[in-house]
C-alpha cells in the first residue's frame, strides 16, 4: 500500500513538475514574445526629425563646442560617423550626398536624387507622405539649393533652380521655410528670375498658405499647410535671418506634429559650408551655433514626445577645417587653418536620439541615413491584416 502510495505521488510530483516546467515555458516564451513585440513596436519611430549641418565635420563641430561651451549635440546618446564619397568622385558634392541622405542611394555629383543615369529615386519626403504623415522642409538657404532639393526634386543638375522650383510647387510638402522666391514667381514679377510666366507660388497657395515676410509668420494662425519664403534667393548669415533657424523649426513642429500619423522634418544649416568655402572661422562658427541651437528645438520636442526619433549629421565636410589654437577657458577659437575652399573627403559625424537611433551607431556610410529611415517610414506604412 504504501509502495502504491509512493508510486501514486512520484506520478503527482512528476506531473506537476512537468506543468510546472511548461508553466516555466510558457512563461518565458510569452515574455520574450512580449518583450520582441514591445521592442518592434518602441523601435519604428512616429515622427522623424533630421538635421543636415552643410559642411559640418568634426572640427565644425568642435569649434562649435569650443565657442558655445556645451552643445546640445551632446545630448545625444549615439554617435557614429559616415563616409561621404559620391557614385563618381571620393569628394562629393551637396548634391550627391543630398541624394544619399534623401534616397538611400550613391549617385552622380550635381544630380537631385535621380541615379547616375538619371532616373528618379523615391526620396524619404515621398515614403513619409504615403505613410500618411506630415512632412516638412526647413532650412537657410534657397529652397531650390542642393540640399532641400534632393528631398523634393528629381533633376539631373542641381543648377536648374527654375525646374527645381517646379518639382517643388508640385510636390506633396506641408511645410517649406527658406530662401528662393525668385524662382517661384513669373518672370514679369519684380525680383523673379524664371525665364517664363510660370506663376509657382499662387499654384501652390490652391494647397497651403504662402507667405513671404516675417510678420506673416510670426502672425500664422492654425495653419495645416504653408511655404514661407523669407529671401528672394539666399538668406543672409545668422544676425540678419529672420525668421532664425531655430524659430522655424519650432514653428514646423507645431504645424506638423498635428497629425496623427506622426511627420517628418528635415531642416539644414546650409551655411556652415558657405563659411568654409569663404575659409572665414567666425562665419562657421556663428552658423555651427545657430544649427545646434536649432537641434535643441528638436530634442526638446523629442523629450516630450518620446515616439519621435532626432538624427543630426552632416552632407560632407568643407574646406579642411583644423582648430590650431585658441582656449576653452574664455570660449574662444584663435587660430585656424583651411586646406582647401572646397569640400573634403572627412568621415562626417551622426548623432540619433530616441526609438530606432541605435542603428545609427558605428561606422557606416552615408546611404545608411536614407535606408534605415526609409526602412523605417516602410515599416509604419504597413497596414494590419484586415479580417
Ligand atoms: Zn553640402
Redesign the pocket.
Known sequence: MLVAYVKRETAYMKRQGRMNRLALYLLVVTSILGVCLAHAAEDVPKNIILFIG??MGVSQVTAGKITKGTLNLERFKVVGLLTTFAHNALVT??AA??TALATGFKTVNGAISVSPDGRPIKTIVEYAEAAEKSTGIAVSCSVTH??PACFLAHVDNRSKDALIAEHIASSGIDVLFGGGAAWFLPMSAKGSKRQDEKNLATHMAKRMKVIGSVNEFQSLNDVDAVAGFFAEEQPGGVSERKPSLPELTRRAIIILSKNKNGFFLMVEGSQI?WGGHAKDMNYIISEMVDFDNAVGVGLDFAKQNPQTLVVAT???E?SGFAIHDGSVDVRKVTTVGHTSGG?TAAMVPVFAYGPGSSAFAGIADNTSIGRIIIGYLQKANEKPPED
Open positions: 552643410d559642411g558634392d551637396s550626398a543630398g542642393a540640399t559650408d552632416a552632407d560632407h568643407t569640400h
